[in-house]
């Protein structure tokens, strides 16, 4: 995992029709023109993205979707090696050079935050959308049994981490010239409504919804735009027990629906593309038939 000044690039050529990897810095990544080298070579710039929680799941369908939509994009999550599994099957898209770098990065560190936001300005010049990703449901467990490390670690990954990214991402896009970017919080149909036994789960996503407004409100001097994408049963490691059985408000165990996450990765690349003058402040995508709306 990165440390402050240590933050590595890996190399994610898997494919053989793409470019060599090329070293800059320090940080190894495919091939393609920077923003800043396609602007002097009169090409149209990739927009560069950082997505977080990007070795599984949501992030990773995400990180393959926007590749696929010509963006340039940052995978960062604590384990390097699920990162570079990213990395291989998004080469395997079939465009024209995708450049992708890794940073392995966990959430909850400021100093490893800094390094990836760094690392992508040296490499990049820019960032154009942050897909704020990584999240932990934690232990589900009675409200009176919970432990507080237990809490704590849900806290700081799914809000202090979430926070950590935004301001970075923030004080790049105010910075950078063309200013501004877009962020897209990742939040959950339990910023809306709880499940019995997740009250750090429910809590930290209704919290969500407040850095969503916060940095839509602070954002607007400066062309940065923020929205958030609320989930329901997108099939990952973290929804593995919606398809086993997983206790209902009523006290039964019950199996519930759930869809690809590529379907969410196609709502976020959407959100994504639009001007910034145009925002999509929430997008709720869930799967149709999962008892939320009404009464199951
Ligand atoms: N799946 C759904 O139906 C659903 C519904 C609502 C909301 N969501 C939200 O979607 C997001 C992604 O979840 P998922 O369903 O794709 O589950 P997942 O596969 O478990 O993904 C969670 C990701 O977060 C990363 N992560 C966790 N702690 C981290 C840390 N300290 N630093 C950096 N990265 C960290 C993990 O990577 P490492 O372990 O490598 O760090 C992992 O890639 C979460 O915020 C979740 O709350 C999902």
Request: proline letters at 6%; charged letters at 15%.
């Amino acid at each position: 995992m990165a440390r402050a000044g240590q933050v590595a690039g890996t190399a994610t050529a898997a494919r053989p029709t793409l470019p060599a990897p090329a070293t800059r810095g320090g940080h190894t990544t495919q091939t393609a023109p920077t923003p800043q080298e396609a602007r002097e070579g009169g090409a149209a710039p990739r927009k560069v993205a950082v997505v977080t929680g990007a070795g599984s799941g949501i992030g990773r369908a995400v990180a393959h979707a926007l590749v696929a939509a010509n963006w340039t994009v940052v995978l960062a999550g604590r384990r390097a090696e699920a990162l570079a599994e990213t990395a291989r099957l998004v080469g395997h898209v079939d465009i024209e050079a995708p450049t992708i770098m890794t940073v392995p990065t966990d959430v909850t560190r400021p100093d490893e935050v800094d390094a990836l936001f760094t690392a992508v300005r040296d490499r990049f010049s820019r960032l154009d959308l942050l897909f704020n990703n990584a999240g932990t449901f934690g232990k589900a467990a009675p409200l009176d049994e919970l432990a507080y490390d237990d809490w704590r670690a849900v806290v700081d990954v799914n809000l202090t981490g979430a926070f950590l990214c935004a301001q970075a991402a923030f004080r790049t896009m105010k910075g950078q010239d063309p200013q501004g970017g877009r962020i897209i919080n990742n939040g959950s149909i339990s910023a809306h409504t709880p499940r019995p036994h997740s009250i750090a789960y429910t809590a930290t996503k209704h919290a969500m919804t407040g850095l969503t407004k916060s940095l839509s409100l602070d954002g607007r001097p400066y062309q940065i735009a923020c929205g958030q994408i609320d989930i329901g049963n997108a099939a990952t490691d973290m929804t593995g027990r919606m398809q086993t059985g997983i206790l209902q408000a009523n006290g039964q165990m019950a199996v519930e629906p759930v869809m690809d996450a590529a379907d969410v990765a196609r709502t976020v690349v959407h959100m994504a593309a639009l001007p910034l003058a145009a925002n999509v402040q929430f997008a709720t995508v869930l799967a149709t038939n999962m008892p939320y709306i009404g009464r199951g």
